[in-house]
Nanobody, 114 residues
């Protein structure tokens, strides 16, 4: 059974860092052939794209996180990462990994608060 599992969230203070991971278990497709992404959804807001990485390893970011977040991938582990530095309270949200051929996972909660 193919599974998408996100992890790495938590409660941190402003300025702290977190590293999110998204692993596709028992993948039935070649992970490396697809672009992947990270979305987030804050309470009362729509889900928004935060970062994406192409199959050729080109990253792209929404302006609000550029320079603070880094998306990367390890195709040998069917995993995509989101390194989040200099976290701000407005980064508080549930973060979801986007895998084109799978449904959304359960997400991982990130809370930035002093």
């Amino acid at each position: 059974q193919v599974q998408l599992v996100e992890s790495g969230g938590g409660l941190v203070q402003p300025g702290d860092s977190l590293r999110l991971s998204c692993v596709v278990i028992n993948s039935d497709r070649d992970f490396g052939n697809y672009a992947m992404g990270w979305y987030r959804q804050a309470p009362g807001k729509q889900r928004e794209l935060v970062a994406q990485i192409s199959a050729a390893n080109w990253p792209d970011y929404v302006d609000s996180v550029r320079g603070r977040f880094t998306v990367s991938r390890d195709n040998t582990k069917n995993t995509v990462y989101l390194q989040m530095n200099s976290l701000k309270p407005e980064d508080t949200a549930v973060y979801y990994c986007y895998v084109p051929w799978l449904s959304w996972g359960q997400g991982t909660q990130v809370t930035v608060s002093s």
